[in-house]
């Protein structure tokens, strides 16, 4: 079974502080994402990587930076969190670079107070 | 129009009903997955479909990217089978399996 593990599962962060979501998996997986749910939208992309040092944006990456240590590992960053990035983050992994099943985390819910 | 549009919204059923789930396209669709969120907030992958009808227990999921619709049909449902149901599209040309997802169906299953 795959895992992909997120931590923290619930963060409190006030506006302007800096927030980072971590994610880990043990698929030995290349591509790894981050989405955010907010209630309506659905899961939307943030950011996702395919190797190790290296990130590309997805459809809403303002205000998000990602890093790729190693394969294994992917975070999100928020520089300054902001009250309009309260939702709830998800990390997935996938094996390939297409037609492939995710394999998602059980998320971070924020709150930006 | 939304790139994938989701309905219903929400549904509600009674144990041992049947029906059906059903995502449109506006435009053509490489692929479709189907997750199912639950009470917890996981998302359990259930179907992937680049093609043609899947079956998995009593879930049953069709993709037809001709047509521009996939649909997920529940058969004699559960209450573990509530929770919210998705669909995700990934889109041709190249989107390194970008996943477009529907806004989700609210499924309640009553005793």
């Known amino acids: 079974e795959a895992a992909v593990t997120q931590s923290p599962r619930s963060k409190v962060a006030v506006t302007g502080g800096k927030v980072t979501l971590s994610c880990h998996q043990t698929?030995?997986?290349?591509?790894m994402y981050w989405y955010r749910q907010d209630t309506g939208h659905g899961l939307r992309l943030i950011h996702y990587s395919y190797v190790a040092d290296s990130t590309e944006k997805g459809d809403i990456p303002d205000g998000y930076k990602a890093s790729r240590p190693s394969q294994e590992n992917f975070s999100l960053i928020l520089e300054l969190a902001s009250l309009s990035q309260t939702a709830v983050y998800f990390c997935a992994s996938s094996p390939g670079y297409s037609g492939n099943t995710l394999y998602f985390g059980e998320g971070s819910r924020l709150i930006v107070v | 129009g939304m790139p994938v549009e989701q309905n219903p919204p929400a549904l509600s059923l009674y144990e041992g009903a049947d029906s059906g789930l059903r995502c449109n396209f506006s435009?053509?669709?490489?692929?479709v997955q189907w997750f199912q969120q639950n009470h917890r907030g996981r998302l359990i992958t259930l179907f992937y479909?680049?093609?043609g009808t899947k079956e998995n227990g009593r879930l049953k999921s069709t993709f037809n990217s001709k047509e521009r619709y996939s649909t997920l049909h529940i058969k004699d449902a559960q209450l573990e089978d509530s929770g919210t149901y998705f669909c995700?599209?990934?889109?041709?040309?190249?989107?390194?399996?970008?996943?477009?997802f529907g806004t989700g169906t609210l499924l309640s299953v009553k005793p």
């Open positions: 435009t053509t669709m490489k692929s």
């Open positions: 698929n030995n997986h290349d591509y």
């Open positions: 479909l680049a093609q």
């Open positions: 995700a599209a990934e889109a041709g040309g190249g989107s390194g399996n970008k996943l477009i």
